[in-house]
């Protein structure tokens, strides 16, 4: 039997002849680094004997590939290049709503209508947590099955890609677009004035009056500081998720720095160290922060669904409300072009309507 052992590392590989489907012989020599040692050579065994009766010329393992099987390797694809947080995010949306419902069947029988048979699986799907799935998440859900294919159509022979020729998730019709919350400067300080621990009150601080993202600040060093000449800065994120490490930023342009205005200067400056992480670790939580904003929130009044993403928008949206020029913003929120910040903030506060009409009133 053509099977044949690499003795430098005890691996198994296979060159032997097939038959094309027109009749014809071919060569055909196949490594695959888990044909180690005994059980490597049955398993290259097992393999030539597919390869002897296949009669196409798809690779037998592309040709019956399954879901499962095509998104473990996608997993293995993208491991060197996402960052943790987002392959942790990756990993949890195959695992949970990819596999299970459609991991046994071939990538190359899916069909139109099992995409959408399942659309309709998700759209009744309740979480651990007693609730469905939002119109986002699932529209995320089936973009990383698009993904998945596509990748299957680059590498693995897989002839189309169903999920993006069926569609992803529509919102209702006459369903608006969620309206992202802001917090007026006024709001923000009877906000701050509720807050009793001087890390988390920090934190707020952080979060209004320089729009950083949340990973940004928790992977902040006093190093990072340069009160000289009065910026900060960002070159890392840290999840929030216990025992994560830094990682580099969302995007190129997340790398910055970013000068201080000067209540953010006095505020750092009072509280300086010489090096280290200026929160450390697991004093600032998740369910801490959120709570922490919920109560403060209803201690003022503030009736509004409160994220902690929501104080970036607020400081972009002083921004803008103070005529700060949007190019200008756009560098100093990180991101990547400025159209991002035009289509995420080309909002003001609920006054700016006004504004807008006492500027044209020459007309």
């Not at 999840?239 to 997340?254: L, Q």
């Not at 504004?355 to 020459?362: H, N, T, V």
């Amino acid at each position: 039997m053509p099977v044949y052992k690499n003795e430098e590392n005890n691996s198994w590989y296979i060159k032997t002849y097939v038959k094309d489907k027109n009749g014809n012989s071919k060569q055909v020599t196949k490594r695959n680094k888990e044909w180690i040692g005994r059980k490597g050579k049955e398993l290259a065994q097992q393999e030539e004997i597919r390869l002897k009766n296949n009669i196409d010329d798809i690779p037998y393992e592309d040709k019956i590939i399954t879901v499962n099987e095509l998104s473990l390797n996608y997993l293995k694809y993208v491991r060197s290049y996402l960052r943790d947080s987002s392959y942790e995010r990756c990993c949890n949306i195959i695992n949970t709503y990819i596999i299970p419902f459609l991991g046994n069947k071939e990538a190359n029988k899916v069909t139109n209508i099992e995409i959408l048979n399942w659309h309709d699986k998700l759209n009744d799907h309740i979480s651990q947590k007693g609730k469905e799935l939002s119109l986002v998440y699932k529209q995320k859900i089936h973009s990383t099955l698009s993904t998945i294919f596509n990748y299957g159509c680059k590498y693995h022979n897989v002839k189309v890609n169903v999920p993006h020729v069926v569609g992803n998730f529509k919102a209702p019709r006459g369903l608006n677009k969620k309206k992202m919350t802001i917090m007026t400067l006024n709001e923000f300080h009877d906000f701050i004035e509720e807050e009793n621990s001087e890390q988390y009150k920090l934190f707020f601080y952080l979060l209004f009056f320089t729009g950083m993202r949340r990973g940004e600040i928790l992977a902040l060093q006093w190093e990072d500081i340069d009160f000289e000449n009065n910026y900060i800065k960002i070159s890392k994120t840290l999840s929030i998720r216990k025992g994560s490490k830094p990682e580099k930023p969302k995007t190129d342009k997340s790398n910055r720095e970013i000068k201080m205005i000067d209540y953010i200067y006095i505020i750092m400056y009072s509280v300086r160290k010489e090096k280290g992480p200026i929160f450390e670790a697991r004093s600032i939580t998740g369910t801490t922060l959120d709570r922490k904003c919920k109560n403060n929130c209803k201690k003022i009044g503030f009736i509004k669904n409160m994220r902690i993403h929501d104080f970036r928008h607020s400081f972009a949206s002083l921004c803008i409300d103070n005529e700060v020029p949007i190019a200008v913003l756009s560098e100093y929120m990180g991101h990547e072009n400025i159209s991002t910040t035009y289509d995420i903030y080309g909002h003001l506060y609920p006054d700016s309507q006004n504004k807008l009409l006492e500027k044209l009133k020459f007309i």
